[in-house]
């Protein structure tokens, strides 16, 4: 059952010259989640690209608004939560044109979802229909996305997700979601997600629930549908260690900005923000003494008082009066690297 | 962990523990007079004493007795003020300023909330109408059969019942019997639903089996049956019996909730913090566990009121209890068995207990669900 | 070679043992059900006990001495001798104070393992099991349409209310409640008498079928259901607030799961979600209150039951009541008691039954 997106009708098209290269765009985007006596500014300001066909990691602490992101990518952010300005254009795969997400209708947007944009959700969730039996679920979505979705025709492609996350098929689909042991469960969701062919996957924080053995399986089969299938994907995560391994492209956020983005390699070598530096090293590393590890100092942010200036001035070590004052531009380099920091100029 | 924060944490218990003892030490010094005549107000004899709150020269002896008794009675009033705040869990009051402030919030909070507000009023106006309104509206018993079912009038402003009497005059003379008779019953009823769910779920093991086997009993068996039963076997009189009888049944369900409740708590992190800083268990019993609990039974309070007047009035209108013709329960008895539901002319009589019903339970409502809803952290909308 | 027999050897030992565990598993499960429904039988078979013990107790407890009562209401009646009423009072009644204690129990407890609930003291040819065969399907009758309606309407209004906030049917459905809530049901009965009974006429609001036209078949059903149409709406109007607002405070703590928020983020319609997520996962725990009201089926109200005529069974408890005939309360309270037990027994199991996640718990 092929449901890419040529089968969905959408109704507003844009030009762009970043389809090529990019499957979706996140333009100045603000999210605030509205509240009654005040609001919190989960996402300010923040504009990132997603390469075509690539592995893209966010990383940051909890509260940076990694899983609002997300959220915000499927339009359904729940519910104080509104989406201020900006926009998302997703640009599909080969030719197709491209849309954006918040002007899309009730039924655009439920077509959209899980066609052209997947989900796998944290593990410790339960993201599974307690009284419904797995295959239940998966024949629903393929019923509610093409109407003429046969009961054959959805075992037969059920069938072909649990393979290729290498699980039983005729076994898992007759289980409820409470028998499944935890690494089996994020397995079901990855092939759920892959149900309908996706051209992107966001993964929020997959493998935060398991132990490490089941965790590097896991992000092998991850990788191996992203080479084999040209799915791109999204990786929301605080593990360092895993997206040194598996991303090809890294960004890091902090108090709802994007800080730094830019290929994996580049990144960890040269930790041009100061934010990222800190991450890095308070890493523990194989080789070197424990001693050397530096947490960064200082307390979270208070998303409801942010800082004056540049968010992370509080806790960065090389803060300079500037800082304190101006919020810092976003300053490219030459292969698209972005840092958003005083120190880094031109 | 070092030696400098294990004697931290030392200076901390001991800073604790003291701060108790000045507590206790603080109520001994009580005045003897003070205590006494509160004492003469509630337990020794509790119907008296209780209707007596009713009465104002009680009233007006404890405002005597503190004033006389100077500052140590005053220290004794806030002392004990202080502990109703921990109990109901609006705060550990150091200070006689954080006692008002911390009041001042729960009441912003309070009131903020249209349906607490709204409910608060309703029961508020009932109240005063049960203490004061016989000095407005005067009783009249004389019977007079000429002016049956009259309708209303600026003399009758509800009209006549079917013996000629006043219908606004009943039901304010009735509402005091009617408001004693809810709150005794609630304070009955959450009395001894609360002790035997907290000794049912502090002590455990065979006691607890006991009790709950009992418990179920009592649940199992339909109510209102075996209200009718007791009430058909005690000649009801007064209201207190009339509360005691329908308090005999309703005990169940509040035990086995506070039971729940206590035993989650038992397991919980805190509680077990407590034992192994080795405080007493009448502590850990009044000052951890009852504060968690205290909104629980706060709410279940108006409930249970809601229900005794439902429980009162069916009483009443099967003819089981009939002691004061002014009771709205027996208004509507009156009503069904003269058949003024046929008789176009006797609506007002029987109308208007029903709406005074509902206007009362609405209150209690609304009441009950803006109390858990500025209690319960997790309705707020915030 | 002997690679490949020794690994045959160990694949067919590999699945004689799976054989083996599974034979083992399922005599375990079985094992389970049936420990988890015998604790059930043994708490209900306690409880029983205890139940009947509290009929003699109460029986015991009765102001005035029954026999002697009916011994000089048969010597007025027939013209006996003391003695003779008194011997045909006791065999009437099934009741001699004079034997001791032990006796009396053991009597009381045989007539019981008989079924026989006893008879009335004012009228010695009516038994309880007469009232009860002759009245309770009445009863049963009304209560339980009234109660299948409240559920059904009940559980739709409170998940109309819980998934969108802030609405104006909220606002209705939420002042229905309150005031549903507000007036007792019985005297929703008396409203319901007035408006449709005398002001407009609409329902009749005596019986349960009108005698005098002798209809059989369906004229005559059609009658019966015009004649409970307003007992029905009595009961139901209550109830359905009872059941909305249970049905809302569920479908709130299922609307803060995660699945709810996975369904939305499947491009699955709302009004599907609304169906077949929130409606089915929220409705699990008033399964439970349901079987436990199946069991206050059997009770009726006296109140509305009198208001109305209605010749149930709550009519007769009240007319027992208003004439106390202590033998006729004891029997039939014993009775509901007894169902009430058995229901709930049966709910307990059931849930398990209907939830997949209560089944290991024993």
């Not at chain 3, 019966?224 to 307003?230: F, I, R």
Request: positive net charge; proline residues 4%.
């Amino acid at each position: 059952m092929d449901a890419r997106q040529s089968g969905v009708i959408f109704k507003t098209f844009y030009e762009t010259d970043k389809a090529k290269e990019n499957i979706m765009t996140i333009s100045k985007l603000v999210v605030d989640y509205r509240l009654k006596r005040y609001s919190i500014r989960a996402i300010s300001d923040t504009t990132l690209n997603l390469k075509r066909g690539k592995i893209t990691a966010l990383v940051g602490e909890s509260g940076s608004g990694k899983s609002t992101l997300a959220s915000a990518i499927l339009n359904c952010i729940p519910n104080p939560g509104v989406i201020v300005s900006g926009e998302i254009y997703f640009h599909g795969n080969n030719g197709e044109k491209t849309i954006e997400i918040r002007k899309l209708s009730e039924k655009e947007l439920n077509q959209y979802r899980w066609r052209c944009v997947s989900m796998v959700f944290q593990g410790a969730q339960s993201a599974l229909n307690p009284v419904m039996t797995i295959f239940a679920q998966f024949y629903e979505t393929m019923k509610v996305h093409d109407k003429k979705t046969s009961k054959e025709a959805a075992y037969k492609r059920s069938c072909e997700v649990l393979k290729i996350v290498n699980l039983d098929p005729d076994r898992t689909l007759k289980m409820y979601a409470h028998e499944l042991s935890g690494g089996m469960k994020q397995r079901v969701m990855i092939a759920f997600s892959l149900l309908l062919n996706p051209d992107l996957i966001i993964l929020d924080e997959p493998t935060t629930a398991l132990d490490v053995i089941t965790q590097d399986y896991i992000l092998n089969i991850l990788k191996r549908i992203n080479r084999e299938m040209g799915t791109s994907m999204l990786l929301l995560t605080h593990d360092i260690a895993v997206v040194a391994k598996f991303a090809d492209y890294v960004g890091v956020m902090y108090a709802g900005k994007l800080v730094e983005y830019g290929d994996t390699l580049a990144v960890f070598e040269k930790k041009l923000h100061p934010y990222t530096a800190g991450l890095i090293n308070a890493t523990p590393s194989l080789y070197a003494d424990l001693e050397g590890l530096k947490p960064i100092g200082g307390n979270p942010p208070d998303l409801v008082n942010l800082p004056k200036g540049c968010v992370f001035h509080p806790r960065c070590p090389k803060c300079m009066e500037v800082c304190k004052n101006y919020m810092p531009p976003d300053t490219f380099d030459s292969s698209g690297h972005l840092v958003k920091c005083h120190l880094i100029k031109g | 962990m070092s030696q400098q924060n294990r004697d931290i944490q030392q200076e901390r218990i001991k800073q604790y523990l003291t701060e108790e003892k000045m507590f206790k030490r603080a109520d001994r010094k009580e005045d003897y007079s003070l205590s006494r005549s509160i004492r003469e107000i509630s337990v020794k004899n509790v119907k008296k004493g209780f209707l007596a709150i009713f009465n104002m020269s009680t009233w007006g002896k404890a405002v005597q007795v503190i004033r006389k008794g100077g500052k140590a009675a005053r220290k004794a009033c806030t002392n004990a003020v202080k502990k109703w705040m921990v109990v109901l869990s609006l705060g550990r009051a150091a200070t006689w300023k954080n006692l008002v402030i911390g009041l001042w919030k729960f009441i912003k909070m309070f009131f903020s909330n249209k349906k607490a507000t709204a409910g608060t009023i309703i029961m508020l106006f009932f109240v005063l109408m049960a203490l004061f309104g016989r000095l407005i509206i005067p009783y009249d018993p004389i019977t007079d059969e000429n002016n049956k079912y009259l309708p209303p009038s600026t003399e009758h402003l509800l009209g006549t019942d079917n013996l000629g009497r006043d219908v606004l005059g009943q039901l304010v003379y009735g509402s005091r019997d009617v408001l004693t008779i809810a709150l005794l019953t609630s304070l009955i009823t959450v009395f001894i639903g609360t002790s035997i769910g907290m000794l049912s779920g502090l002590a455990g093991g065979v006691i607890d089996n006991i009790i709950q086997i009992i418990t179920n009993l009592f649940l199992s068996i339909p109510s209102f049956p075996v209200l009718l039963i007791f009430a058909s076997f005690f000649t009801i009189e007064d209201p207190f019996s009339f509360a005691m009888v329908l308090s005999i049944w309703g005990w169940a369900g509040l035990s086995r909730a506070v039971r729940a409740q206590i035993v989650s708590l038992r397991e919980r992190d805190f509680i077990q913090i407590c034992k192994v800083m080795n405080l007493s268990k009448s502590h850990i019993i009044f000052k951890e566990m009852f504060p968690n609990i205290a909104t629980y039974i706060l709410i279940n309070f108006i409930v249970i009121m809601r229900n005794a007047i439902t429980g009162s009035v069916g009483i009443m209108m099967m003819g089981l209890a009939d002691f004061q013709p002014s009771n709205w329960g027996a208004m509507l008895l009156r009503a069904k068995d003269t058949g003024a539901i046929l008789i176009p002319e006797a609506t007002y009589f029987l109308f208007a207990p029903i709406v005074a019903i509902m206007i009362f339970q609405m209150g209690a409502i609304l009441l009950a669900n803006g109390l858990d809803e500025t209690l319960n952290p997790r309705l707020r909308e915030d | 070679m002997i690679n490949m027999i020794n690994r045959t050897v160990k694949n067919s030992n590999r699945q004689k043992n799976k054989a083996k565990e599974s034979v083992g598993n399922f005599i375990k499960m079985c094992f389970f059900r049936v420990r988890f429904f015998l604790k059930r039988i043994w708490i209900a078979m306690v409880s029983l006990v205890l139940i009947a013990l509290f009929g003699f107790i109460l029986i015991k407890l009765m102001p005035g001495n029954p026999v002697d009562t009916y011994a000089q209401q048969l010597m007025m009646e027939r013209g006996m001798k003391y003695e003779e009423a008194r011997k045909l009072a006791v065999t009437l009644l099934n009741y001699d104070p004079n034997k001791s204690i032990f006796e009396q129990l053991s009597y009381y407890v045989k007539s019981l393992l008989r079924f026989n609930l006893g008879t009335s003291m004012r009228r010695p040819d009516v038994s309880v099991n007469l009232l009860i065969k002759q009245f309770l399907p009445w009863t049963l009758f009304i209560s339980s349409i009234a109660l299948v309606i409240s559920f059904i309407v009940g559980i739709f209004l409170g998940s109309s209310i819980a998934w969108k906030r802030n609405s104006l049917m909220e606002g209705a459905i939420s002042s229905y409640i309150i005031v549903s809530s507000s007036i007792p049901d019985y005297l929703w009965g008396i409203i319901l008498v007035f408006i449709f009974g005398v002001k407009f006429k609409v329902f009749p609001v005596q019986g349960n079928y009108d005698i005098l036209l002798e209809l059989e078949g369906w004229p005559w059903l059609l009658n019966v259901l015009y004649h409970a149409a307003l007992p029905i709406v009595a009961y139901s109007i209550v109830q359905i607030g009872g059941w909305a607002l249970a049905m809302r405070g569920s479908c709130i703590g299922v609307l803060g799961e995660d699945y709810i928020y996975a369904a939305k983020a499947r491009g699955i319609p709302e009004k599907i979600i609304v169906k077949r997520y929130l409606r089915r996962n929220a409705m699990l725990p008033l399964i439970t209150s349901l079987a436990m009201s199946l069991a206050a089926l059997f009770g009726g109200s006296p109140l509305i039951e009198t208001i109305f005529n209605y010749p149930g069974i709550g009519q007769q408890f009240g007319i027992s009541i208003a004439s106390r005939d202590y033998f006729i309360i004891q029997g039939l309270t014993l009775f509901m008691s007894f169902i009430v037990i058995i229901a709930n027994m049966i709910a307990d199991s059931l849930y398990s039954v209907i939830d997949p996640r209560v089944r290991r718990d024993v």
